[in-house]
């Protein structure tokens, strides 16, 4: 079993995070680097999936400017996403070994918020005709995957402590019929992403049999021990033209982080 690596970013711009799952892809993919799970909060942005429809986003990009919020164009499948501050994002950077195991992933990933949510005694389901939890016809968690060269790319956004007026901003997902939620909301109390975010681990660790390989100074030694020809390697993305899978992503970037900024750890990571 090979060890999987945890990356704990804390609160970073979309567009580093987009490039960095971008370039862990291509080196997963090529054998360079272990399948990489990426934590994250996002500073707030709107990105459009490669079947968006303009009308569902509800302001013009001036608009979104003018109050902060990033606009970006990616290639994940799916519509319209709104991510910011309070929402936990989880992209596993995953080698899959047969294209039939993209469905089992997205329905774990699901298991895992579930049981997630249950623990703050709120019952999230499945919803049949949409990827993602619901609680009460709200969607709690929006979850897309794209899978490129049989590794997966972007993953889960959970709402924690998220701003619940971003539907103001886009109709999420394209559904305008459906509400959004986060765990404060349901709980009827403060949850800090601090809070939830070992509950998730703890959720994800059952669904895909996590077990700590190697502790975080041991991970950060190994991170500061690349030197910068390597990360500048790294940095260099490759132009992806090959046809990817239709199935939900979230997103990438153009990302430079000093080792001393990330909190890695080392996982063994299989699916369950």
């Known amino acids: 079993m090979s060890p999987a690596r945890l990356l704990d970013l804390g ?11 971008r370039r862990l892809h291509d080196a997963v993919q090529d054998g360079r680097e ?13 990105t459009l999936g490669r079947q968006a429809k303009r009308e569902n986003l509800l302001l013009s990009p001036e608009a979104l400017a003018a109050r902060g919020i990033d606009l970006v164009e990616i290639e994940r499948g799916g519509d319209v996403t709104y991510h910011g501050p309070g929402q936990l994002v989880v992209y596993p950077i995953r080698r899959l070994e047969r294209f039939r195991e993209v469905v089992p992933l997205v329905r774990s990933l699901e298991g895992a918020v579930i049981e997630c949510c249950a623990q703050f005694g709120v019952t999230g389901i499945r919803w049949s005709e949409h990827a993602g939890v619901w609680v009460g016809g709200k969607s709690i ?26 539907d103001r901003l886009i109709n999420p997902c394209g559904l305008s019929d459906r509400g959004i939620t986060s765990l404060c909301a349901e709980t009827g109390r403060p949850v800090t992403v601090a809070e939830a975010k070992p509950v998730l681990l703890q959720a994800l660790s059952s669904a895909f049999v996590l077990r700590q390989a190697q502790d975080d100074t041991e991970a950060q030694d190994d991170t500061e021990a690349q030197d910068d020809t390597e990360a500048q390697d790294d940095t260099e993305a490759q132009d992806d033209t090959e ?11 153009d990302f430079r982080m000093a080792p001393s900024r990330m909190t890695p750890s080392r996982m063994a990571l299989s699916s369950g």
């Open 34 to 46: 272990p399948d990489t799970w990426i934590l994250v909060e996002h500073h707030p942005v709107v």
């Open 141 to 166: 968690c929006a979850i897309g995957l794209a899978v490129k060269k049989m590794v997966s790319l972007h993953g889960l956004a959970l709402n924690v402590a998220t701003e619940l007026d971003y």
């Open 243 to 253: 046809a990817q899978d239709d199935t939900e992503a979230q997103d990438d970037t």
């Open 11 to 21: 609160l970073r711009p979309y567009r580093e995070v987009w490039e960095l799952q």
